[in-house]
C-alpha cells in the first residue's frame, strides 16, 4: 500500500498502518453537500476542461474529518494518466512552514532566541551591506543598520529577497548567480556563500520582502542540529507524522505518480516545464528549506492536522501548542498588514488585510482581504499553484494541489474560500 491513505470507493481513506479512516458525510461536520459539489464543477469547467490546468486534487477537512476528497483531469497531459489521490506534487514554497517549525523545534530546546543575530550561526553573514546603487558586481553599498535576526528570517523581513521578484539590480544579481536553484552539485553552503557576496534589498527588520531567507533558515537547522535538512526533517517531521511520500527527491518507485509540471506562455498557452519521467529531482545535493520538497494530498494533510491539533498528530508531539499560538500570531511591526510594509512584486498572498508570523501568512482582517475566511487562518502556498490554509475558528483545513507555474496566474485560493464558506451550514 503506498501513501498515508489510500482512497476506496470514494468512501474510506486507509492509512500506511492499515487504520480505516472514514471520509464523512459533510452534513456531519457542518457543510453542505451540494456546497462542496461546487468545487469539482468549478475546477472542471474553468481549469480543467478548457485546459489551463492538466487537473486538481482538493481536500476539505472539519473537526477532524475529511468531508471532500475530490481528483479531476490527468496529472501527466502529454501521457493522459489519469489525477489520482496518491499523485506527488512539487509543493515549493508549501516546504516553507515545514521548516519554520524544524526552527521552532529547536527554540522549544532553548538552542536558538528569535532575536539571536544570524551571524551567530553564520558568521558569514557578520557585516552585511545593504545596496544604495549600481549593477552587479560594482555595487554601491552602506551598511546594515543593525545585524539580521532569526525573527527577520522567519517573517521575511530580513533584506534578502528572490531572482523572480526582477525589482532591482540586486533580484538580477541572484538571477546572475542562480541562488537557490538546484544546480548540480550545488548546496545550502555553497548558497550561503553567494548570499554572504551580495546585498540586502534594505536593512533587517525595515520592510517585507518574499525572499529566500526560510532556505537560510533551513541551514541554521543544518548547523545546530549537526544533520542535514535531509535527514532533521526525517528524524524529527516527516517520520514521526508518517508522511511517507514526502522528500526533496522522487524515488524511483515513485515516478509513476509523479505529476507534470506546466508554465503558463505569456500568450497564454500551455507548456511542459518539468516532465516527471526526466525530472530535476533526482540526485539532488540542494535541501531548500523555502522550496526544494514534493509531497501528497494525504502526506500534506497530515502535517496540517498536526498544526490543527496543536502539534500532535497520532500521539507523536511535533511542537509545542503555545510555540504554534506564538507562530500564527503577527510579527509584522506594529501589527501592520503587507500592503503597509511589503516591498516587491510577488508573494502567495494578497497584501491587504493579511499579516505575517514565523513561517505562515495570517489572516488579519477578512473585510480588506476581500474574502470569507475567518480572522486568524494561516496559510501560504506554492510557485506550482499549490495551497493549503488553516482555520481554528472553523476547525477547517484545506489543501489543494496542482502544478502551473506561476501560482498568481489564477485565483484559486480567493475562488475556493468563496466556495468553500459558502458551504457552512452552522
Not at 90 to 104: E, N
Not at 166 to 194: C, F, W
Amino acid at each position: 500500500m503506498r501513501g498515508a491513505f489510500w482512497y476506496i470507493g470514494g468512501i474510506e481513506a486507509v492509512t500506511e498502518k492499515g487504520e480505516s479512516v472514514k471520509k464523512v458525510s459533510p452534513e456531519t461536520v457542518g457543510m453542505n453537500a451540494a456546497g462542496l459539489d461546487r468545487i469539482g464543477a468549478h475546477l472542471r469547467s474553468r481549469y480543467v476542461d478548457p485546459g489551463k490546468v492538466a487537473g486538481t486534487a482538493t481536500l476539505v477537512a472539519r473537526r477532524g474529518r475529511i468531508c471532500y476528497l475530490e481528483t479531476e483531469g490527468v496529472r501527466d497531459m502529454e501521457r493522459q494518466t489519469p489525477m489520482a489521490l496518491d499523485t506527488i506534487f512539487r509543493i515549493y514554497s508549501m516546504t516553507k512552514p515545514i521548516t519554520s517549525i524544524a526552527l521552532m523545534q529547536l527554540f522549544e530546546q532553548g538552542k536558538i532566541s528569535l532575536t539571536d543575530p544570524v551571524e551567530k550561526f553564520i558568521p558569514r553573514f557578520a557585516g552585511l551591506q545593504v545596496w544604495k546603487s549600481g549593477a552587479y558586481p560594482l555595487f554601491e553599498t552602506v551598511p546594515s543598520a543593525r545585524p539580521m535576526q532569526i525573527r527577520d528570517l522567519l517573517t521575511h523581513m530580513s533584506g534578502l529577497t528572490y531572482d523572480f521578484m526582477q525589482q532591482n539590480n540586486v533580484d538580477a544579481a541572484y538571477g546572475r548567480s542562480r541562488i537557490a536553484h538546484p544546480k548540480t552539485g550545488y548546496t545550502l553552503d555553497q548558497m550561503i556563500d553567494e548570499l554572504a557576496e551580495l546585498p540586502l534589498v534594505f536593512s533587517p527588520g525595515e520592510r517585507w520582502n518574499y525572499s529566500v531567507a526560510t532556505d537560510v533558515v533551513g541551514h541554521i537547522v543544518e548547523v545546530i542540529s549537526g544533520k542535514s535538512l535531509k535527514d532533521y526533517f526525517q528524524d524529527h517531521i516527516l517520520g514521526p507524522l508518517g508522511m511517507v511520500d514526502t522528500a526533496f527527491e522522487i524515488a524511483p518507485d515513485k515516478h509513476d505518480r509523479f505529476a507534470a509540471c506546466y508554465e503558463r506562455r505569456p500568450d497564454k498557452s500551455v507548456r511542459l516545464q518539468d516532465d516527471p519521467h526526466k525530472s530535476t529531482y533526482q540526485d539532488r545535493t540542494f535541501w531548500s528549506g523555502g522550496g526544494g520538497l514534493v509531497s501528497t494530498l494525504s502526506d500534506y494533510y497530515r502535517f496540517c492536522q498536526m498544526l490543527l491539533n496543536g502539534g500532535t498528530q497520532d500521539g507523536a508531539r511535533i511542537i509545542g501548542p503555545r510555540t504554534l499560538s506564538f507562530m500564527r500570531k503577527n510579527h509584522l511591526p506594529g501589527g501592520v498588514d503587507l500592503s503597509q510594509i511589503a516591498v516587491g512584486s510577488f508573494s502567495e498572498s494578497v497584501y491587504e488585510g493579511t499579516g505575517f508570523g514565523l513561517g505562515f501568512g495570517v489572516k488579519v482582517n477578512p473585510v480588506q482581504n476581500g474574502l470569507m475566511g475567518s480572522e486568524g487562518i494561516y496559510f501560504w502556498g506554492g510557485m506550482a499553484s499549490t495551497i493549503f490554509w488553516i482555520d481554528p475558528v472553523e476547525d477547517m483545513i484545506v489543501i489543494f494541489m496542482t502544478q502551473l507555474i506561476p501560482s498568481g496566474t489564477y485565483d484559486f485560493r480567493g475562488q475556493l474560500e468563496s466556495i468553500i464558506y459558502g458551504a457552512i451550514d452552522d
